[in-house]
């Protein structure tokens, strides 16, 4: 195939264009002079010769060869992330553009949103890494130090790692920065910008006029020995306002450096086990935490599976080969009575936090070709949704319009607007009026959406979802935890307690998630099944970083995976850090402080203990990566009735591991061997095991065996037959 390339700067897509030739492709190429400017007649006669057109940024070139292709010419964008901040892409025909291909998420969300590119014309297709390029053996004394490739325009935001040295040399004067590339004044048009230098000159002062940063801070030369001067960096960091992609942090990460990256939007989709920061203090303590334990090593080793899983080469080709094959876009399925069975799943959570996104998703493979998903998010108030709850107009416009987002090959999630709309959508003309009873809204929803010939069973987790139900509704019940009880206290819940039995007997079928449930509730079920909790085993067991023999035993990792809420054990948790200061505790959840306000001084308490690390709600992979790395997992508890019913999610996820697991006593999870599973009563018999655990570190083939063996695909089996 001949490809025309064209663009004012091809740099970026180079290495890919020599993959590309390697697999037979020939190559025409198309310089323009700048954003805008080019020799038309030098183009025109370079499309007589092309099979498909490349447009190497989304700007004038994309315009002038949108508008001059060919009827048989397959025509394709890369959309990088300058251009959202110009006004090319409003000109560009997008009907004689075949695919936009995006290198971020959040690029591509905004691009959709702010030139409204058609999506179904929108593809995702990362930057590669060329991973053994940068795979080499680390200098001595790198752990020390932290890179960061690119420091130009101030959105590189050097000035956050700078804050970062300054709190480092107080405590050990062998923190140091490596910055490499162009100086800033170098470049002519950033200079000219009086923002811009007075930024730089201003930060050059604070770092001379430190002695602790004067030469702690080295300037690198820009130059293309990455690979080299990678071997000196421990930690390399992504402090930017914005990225694309950000290819330094791959890179990095490829050649073993720990990332340190920064919040900012799209990142965690990204790099999706990298922890995210904000603040200085935090950084700086996680980076001591880090080197003074295993958690360095195993970070290293961590970092490189992930770009080798997400953006190896053979990949990324494979992907670039498949959209340049010609393609049928009419070959989308119209859901309308196309699937002939439809699980309607009432969520408690949005699908991307929601905590049985991924039993439901081996539920999604199961089932036959004629049978769907569909995911009912939470909120049918659209104005509170958008104002309060943050959730992107456009999302809540298609929600609205009975149009759902496909989140896999057969499920479909959406929310049910049928209140508070904004008088904007009611004068839509194409806006489908929903019913103000959610019930009947959801039939004429689902109706509008799948049509009319489709068997519906509904599925429910709580005991007052039932009102979104019709009384002639079919419905699973899946019970996970004891809500006709109070999880902190276990005190009884009269009106739950009285009302949930009916549901129970009305439910086509009833899952139960514990043996303990399942025993106090199946007399109430006409067709109970105990399917109890399962695991994504391989997400949880790919991360597992084993010490090499070469590791020296350092201070040992305790870690916890999950909410932080009023079942949490916080007095317990507390007084475990205190015992032991020479261990590194890491907390990984959302602290639900809106449910702690009785032990908030508790709780601030924890935080502050300089061997705590509470990095908030995190990525699936990142928690899976988190634990993996650990060297003891905890379960701290409250010991109640409500408790005593719950099989935590979290002890399959920590088995995958293998590490030893400690948890505060539950009745369905008691009978579980105690070589693989400890059960602390009290608060000595805590301090006992966690010392017992720490000095072995062991990693147990039964657990990852065990957790194996509750594998989602195993279990979801049992629902649908």
Same mark, same amino acid.
């Given at each position: 195939m001949k490809i025309l390339i064209n663009g004012h700067d091809l740099k970026f897509f180079y290495s890919i264009?020599?993959?590309?030739?390697?697999?037979?492709? #020939?190559?025409?190429? =198309?310089?323009?002079?700048?954003? =805008?400017?080019?020799?038309?007649?030098?183009?025109?006669?370079?499309?007589?010769?092309?099979?498909?057109?490349?447009?190497?940024?989304?700007?004038?070139?994309?315009?002038?060869?949108?508008e001059n292709k060919k009827p048989h010419q397959r025509h394709i964008v890369r959309f990088h992330a300058q251009e959202l901040r110009t006004e090319h892409c409003f000109k560009i025909n997008y009907d004689n553009v075949d695919r936009i291909v995006f290198v971020g998420p959040h690029v591509m969300r905004e691009a959709i949103k702010k030139f409204s590119i058609p999506e179904k014309k929108c593809v995702l297709i990362s930057n590669y890494v060329d991973f053994e390029k940068f795979d080499i053996e680390k200098m001595g004394g790198n752990e020390y130090c932290l890179g960061i490739i690119g420091f130009s325009p101030m959105s590189k935001r050097l000035d956050r790692l700078i804050d970062v040295l300054e709190i480092l040399v107080k405590k050990d004067k062998r923190y140091h920065i490596r910055v490499k590339g162009q100086m800033p004044f170098s470049y002519d048009w950033l200079w000219a910008r009086t923002k811009e230098r007075n930024y730089y000159e201003n930060l050059f002062t604070r770092i001379n006029s430190n002695p602790s940063l004067r030469y702690n801070v080295i300037f690198d030369p820009y130059g293309d020995d990455v690979p080299g001067w990678l071997r000196y960096i421990g930690f390399i960091c992504s402090p930017s306002d914005s990225e694309s992609f950000h290819m330094a942090l791959a890179e990095g990460m490829a050649s073993g450096a720990v990332p340190l990256t920064w919040k900012r939007e799209g990142v965690n989709e990204?790099?999706?086990?990298?922890?995210?920061?904000?603040?200085?203090?935090?950084?700086?303590?996680?980076?001591?935490?880090?080197n003074e334990s295993n958690e360095f090593s195993r970070l290293s080793r961590q970092a490189k599976i992930y770009i080798k899983n997400n953006f190896y080469k053979q990949n990324v080709i494979d992907s670039w080969i498949d959209i340049l094959k010609p393609s049928d876009d009419n070959e989308e399925k119209v859901l309308k009575n196309s699937y002939e069975k439809l699980f309607v799943i009432y969520g408690i959570d949005r699908w991307e936090n929601f905590h049985r996104k991924e039993m439901l998703e081996a539920l999604a493979k199961s089932v036959d070709a004629g049978t769907a998903l569909f995911f009912i998010e939470p909120g049918n108030h659209y104005i509170?949704?958008?104002?309060?709850?943050?959730? $992107?107009?456009?999302?809540?416009?298609?929600?609205?319009?009975?149009?759902?987002?496909?989140?896999?090959?057969?499920?479909?999630?959406?929310?049910?607007?049928?209140?508070?709309?904004?008088?904007?959508?009611?004068?839509?003309?194409?806006?489908?009026?929903?019913?103000?009873?959610?019930?009947?809204?959801?039939?004429?929803?689902?109706?509008?959406?799948?049509? $009319?010939?489709?068997?519906?069973?509904?599925?429910?987790?709580?005991?007052?979802?039932?009102?979104?139900?019709?009384?002639?509704?079919?419905?699973?019940?899946? #019970?996970? =935890?004891?809500?006709?009880?109070?999880?902190?206290?276990?005190?009884?819940?009269? &009106?739950?307690? %009285?009302?949930?039995?009916?549901?129970?007997?009305?439910?086509?079928?009833?899952?139960?998630?514990?043996?303990?449930?399942?025993?106090?509730?199946?007399?109430?079920?006409?067709?109970?099944?105990?399917?109890?909790?399962?695991? &994504?085993?391989?997400?949880f067991n790919k991360y597992l970083a084993l010490d090499s023999e070469k590791s020296i035993a350092k201070k040992g990792v305790v870690s916890y995976l999950g909410n932080l809420s009023d079942f949490f054990d916080w007095e317990l948790a507390l007084h475990i850090v205190n015992s032991f200061p020479e261990l590194?505790?890491?907390?990984?959840?959302?602290?639900?402080?809106?449910?702690?306000?009785?032990?908030?001084?508790?709780?601030?308490?924890?935080?502050?203990?300089?061997?705590?690390?509470?990095?908030?709600?995190?990525?699936?992979?990142?928690?899976?990566?988190?634990?993996? /790395?650990?060297?003891?997992?905890?379960?701290?508890?409250?010991?109640?009735?409500?408790? &005593?019913?719950?099989?935590?999610?979290?002890?399959?996820?920590?088995?995958?591991?293998? %590490?030893?697991?400690?948890?505060?006593?539950?009745?369905?999870?008691?009978?579980?061997?105690? /070589?693989?599973?400890?059960?602390?009563?009290?608060?000595?018999?805590?301090? $006992?095991?966690?010392?017992?655990?720490?000095?072995?570190?062991?990693?147990?083939?039964?657990?990852?065996?065990?957790?194996?063996?509750?594998?989602?695909?195993?279990?979801? %089996?049992?629902?649908?037959?």
């Open positions: 264009r020599a993959e590309l030739e390697k697999n037979g492709h #020939v190559f025409l190429e =198309d310089i323009w002079k700048s954003h =805008d400017h080019h020799d038309s007649t030098h183009s025109l006669r370079l499309i007589e010769s092309a099979d498909t057109i490349i447009s190497e940024w989304a700007l004038g070139n994309a315009i002038f060869y949108a990204i790099f999706k086990s990298n922890i995210t920061f904000e603040d200085p203090e935090v950084i700086a303590n996680y980076i001591i935490n880090t509170t949704l958008r104002d309060k709850i943050n959730i $992107d107009e456009d999302e809540l416009k298609n929600d609205a319009l009975c149009i759902p987002r496909k989140k896999g090959k057969n499920i479909y999630v959406s929310r049910i607007i049928n209140s508070g709309y904004s008088k904007n959508l009611k004068e839509n003309s194409d806006f489908q009026s929903l019913p103000s009873i959610y019930a009947e809204a959801t039939r004429k929803y689902i109706k509008n959406i799948f049509g $009319d010939n489709i068997k519906i069973i509904h599925w429910i987790y709580k005991p007052d979802q039932i009102k979104n139900l019709m009384q002639s509704d079919k419905y699973i019940y899946e #019970v996970y =935890d004891e809500y006709t009880r109070d999880f902190s206290t276990g005190a009884l819940l009269p &009106d739950v307690f %009285r009302s949930e039995p009916a549901i129970l007997g009305g439910a086509e079928k009833v899952v139960f998630t514990s043996n303990v449930l399942f025993e106090r509730k199946r007399d109430f079920s006409n067709n109970p099944l105990l399917m109890g909790n399962g695991v &994504d085993f391989s997400l590194i505790f890491n907390f990984y959840g959302q602290v639900e402080k809106h449910r702690l306000k009785n032990k908030i001084d508790i709780v601030e308490s924890i935080m502050k203990c300089k061997n705590t690390f509470f990095a908030g709600r995190v990525s699936r992979d990142c928690g899976a990566a988190a634990v993996a /790395r650990s060297d003891v997992l905890i379960i701290p508890f409250v010991v109640n009735e409500a408790m &005593d019913a719950v099989e935590p999610l979290k002890l399959w996820e920590y088995f995958a591991t293998g %590490r030893p697991v400690i948890s505060s006593y539950m009745k369905s999870i008691s009978h579980l061997d105690s /070589r693989t599973l400890s059960i602390a009563h009290t608060r000595s018999e805590w301090i $006992d095991l966690l010392r017992q655990h720490i000095s072995n570190r062991e990693i147990c083939e039964t657990r990852i065996n065990i957790a194996k063996s509750k594998s989602w695909e195993n279990l979801v %089996r049992g629902i649908i037959t």
